[in-house]
């Protein structure tokens, strides 16, 4: 069975800090996707990244990178120098074959508070 | 990026009455479309899969009678909350994968539409 867990619950950093969040993941597959959403205040769920079981290489967007490691089931997102528009809530998520590559399993979410 | 609308963003009604909300794919076509369901400071449950043409798939534990998905065509799908009663208020987000290459598999979100039954 899939299952993405997202230990941090509630994260509050300084305008300008960097943070990492956490993103460990279950499945069975070798072959699955893992995705980082964002949701701020407004809801709407917007799409950050998808990377494949079979592509390692980290990953840097402007202010945001993503750490995959299969050796450890984890896909971790840093957000370096944080600002407040930053805050929001960090969903991580898992496809796999059991939902056909389609139904995705999104871990709890990690709440982000950046404070001027 | 792909496009979702969803409509209406915050709907109010009466116990008792139903309550339709609309789920666009406004530049790309759609074959599966999701329902999920979202309560304060939760995660989101999936409630069902929306496929062009063909019946709904719900989840366990989701009632396919009072949640009616249609989805007519490659843009659109349609979720009705039928009889809703105040247990039913919730934030309520729908979204879609596109067809197209390079995007396999991503879901795109509408804006959610926040129901509240009195």
């Known amino acids: 069975a899939q299952k993405v867990t997202q230990a941090q619950t509630e994260i509050s950093v300084v305008e300008k800090e960097d943070v990492t969040l956490d993103c460990v993941y279950e499945?069975?597959?070798?072959?699955?996707?893992l995705f980082w959403y964002k949701q701020p205040p407004s809801g709407e769920l917007v799409f950050l990244i998808r990377r494949n079981s079979f592509d390692e290489q980290n990953e840097i967007s402007g202010r945001y990178s993503w750490n995959f490691q299969k050796s450890t089931s984890s896909f971790n997102f840093t957000i370096t120098a944080s600002q407040v528009v930053d805050s929001a809530v960090y969903f991580c998520a898992l496809s796999d074959s059991s939902g056909g590559y389609q139904k995705v399993t999104f871990g709890t979410g990690t709440k982000l508070q950046v404070i001027p | 990026g792909a496009v979702v609308s969803q409509h209406p963003s915050r709907v109010i009604c009466k116990s008792g009455t139903s309550v339709k909300i609309e789920c666009r794919s406004l530049d790309f076509q759609a074959t599966t479309m999701f329902w999920y369901r979202q309560f304060p400071k939760q995660s989101l449950m999936l409630m069902a899969t929306s496929n062009e043409g063909s019946k709904a798939t719900y989840e366990q534990g989701v009632e396919k009678d009072k949640f009616l998905i249609n989805h007519a065509s490659l843009t659109l799908s349609t979720l009705t909350v039928t009889s809703a009663h105040p247990e039913d208020s919730s934030f309520y987000i729908c979204?879609?994968?596109?067809?197209?290459?390079?995007?396999?598999?991503?879901?795109?979100f509408g804006a959610g539409t926040r129901l509240s039954v009195l």
């Open positions: 499945t069975r597959d070798t072959t699955y996707y």
């Open positions: 979204s879609a994968i596109s067809l197209r290459p390079g995007t396999e598999n991503i879901q795109y």
